[in-house]
Nanobody, 128 residues
Framework: QVQLVESGGGLVQAGGSLRLSCAAS????????MGWFRQAPGKEREFVAA????????YYADSVKGRFTMPRDNAKNTVYLQLNSLKPEDTGVYYC?????????????????????WGQGTQVTVSS
């Protein structure tokens, strides 16, 4: 059973930056991708970013391209979400997800059904 723990959320002014962390533990088998999703109040959860380990592809939602990146630290079993140039519409709960399922078309990892494990979420609030 994989456990994912997110941290790093908080309150920031528009234009500011945050770095979210997602630490994974309990892994007994290889994973194929990790992703970040977010959910704003009253809205459905949406894709933000993902890394596919099998082909090295990185995916970003159009709304965050050029502002967010998803670095990783293999030694620490941790992936990050670097949020720059934040906007009020970036407000929401950010979730880390892990997939132990192989999908040949790695673009599937931009959808939440591709993931097997989820963290508890961390709140990001961007004030205007």
């Amino acid at each position: 059973q994989v456990q994912l723990v997110e941290s790093g959320g908080g309150l920031v002014q528009a234009g500011g930056s945050l770095r979210l962390s997602c630490a994974a533990s309990g892994r007994t088998a290889s994973n194929y991708a990790m992703g970040w999703f977010r959910q704003a109040p009253g809205k459905e959860r949406e894709f933000v970013a993902a890394i596919s380990w099998s082909d090295g592809n990185r995916y970003y939602a159009d709304s965050v391209k050029g502002r967010f990146t998803m670095p990783r630290d293999n030694a620490k079993n941790t992936v990050y979400l670097q949020l720059n140039s934040l906007k009020p519409e970036d407000t929401g709960v950010y979730y880390c997800a892990d997939s132990v399922t192989y999908w040949r078309d790695s673009s599937v990892y931009t959808t939440d059904h591709a993931y097997d494990y989820w963290g508890q979420g961390t709140q990001v609030t961007v004030s205007s």
